[in-house]
């Protein structure tokens, strides 16, 4: 089953117009015609069952037969601030695979050691959630916003718990399974660029509340520990993707 996209503006009553490529996709290249049944997430939580209506160009009309919120999504709510990479087509796996895994949001972050500390691609970014998003049948649409410093991300993280994850052996370290301990429904997890957070970043973000996270005994590329820690974070049945029962 696959799932298509229109922006909760174009959803009204027990109707809703797909627009633009996503339109074109369905129209011109999967041959969609009226009396189809297709599912269609708005990307704010809610998934429609829909029957095609009317097919033009570019617009692509629909008639609303059932609703359901949350499908596919996690409880908890992990906030990923990657941080910039030198390969930016690392931090574009980054983004896809958080987003399949079910990531809530992402902050592209300046830190020390970012190589390319101007890099401002979001709107790709949000282009590779988007197809993320919809390959995974998820039906919220993460945030890819322009890339912030590490300042200024520390400054925008939640009461929830906090993790910045380091593979220096440094003291008061935690590990994934202690970190899931927390019953915490908010995470904001910083993953560091090539070469890692500094010592005065590590100890500016233990000020702020953070928990050290160490990922173990290997050492992994930045986009590799984001999946990794993304992933197992949300691994068990108690912590991971939950069906929401139909709300309509």
């Known amino acids: 089953m ?3 996209y229109t922006a909760k503006e174009y959803v009204s009553g027990n109707s809703l117009t797909i627009v633009d490529d996503e339109a074109k996709h369905l ?3 999967l041959r969609k015609q009226s009396g ?3 599912y269609v997430t708005d990307g704010c939580g809610t998934l ?3 029957v095609i209506g009317k097919v033009t160009k570019d617009v692509i009309e629909c008639t609303i037969k059932d609703t359901q919120k949350w499908v596919n999504e ?3 709510k992990i906030n990923l601030y990657q941080s910039l990479l030198k390969n930016p087509d690392r931090l574009e796996f980054a983004v896809e695979k958080s987003v399949e895994l079910g990531v809530n949001e992402i902050h592209p972050v300046v830190t020390t050691n970012t190589i390319n500390k101007t890099t401002d691609k979001h709107d790709r970014w949000q282009l590779i959630a988007l197809s993320a998003m919809k390959q995974s049948q998820r039906c919220y649409l993460p945030k890819v916003l322009p890339p912030i410093t590490f300042e ?3 400054g925008k993280t939640s009461s929830g718990l906090k993790l910045v994850a380091d593979e220096r052996k440094l003291e008061g ?3 994934i399974s202690s970190a899931k301990t927390d019953n915490s429904e908010t995470i904001d997890l910083f993953i560091g660029p090539e070469g890692g957070f500094t010592m005065d970043e590590v100890s500016l ?3 702020s509340g953070f928990k050290i996270l160490n990922l173990g005994k290997r050492k992994f590329r930045s986009e590799t520990a984001a999946v990794i820690a993304v992933g197992l974070l949300l691994s068990d049945q108690d912590r991971g993707i939950r069906y929401i029962p139909n709300t309509a």
């Open 74 to 76: 996690p409880i908890i």
């Open 36 to 38: 189809s049944e297709i």
């Open 2 to 4: 696959e799932y298509y």
């Open 152 to 154: 200024e991300a520390l």
């Open 205 to 207: 973000a233990i000020e």
């Open 27 to 29: 129209g011109r290249v």
């Open 48 to 50: 429609y069952k829909t």
């Open 173 to 175: 370290s935690i590990s």
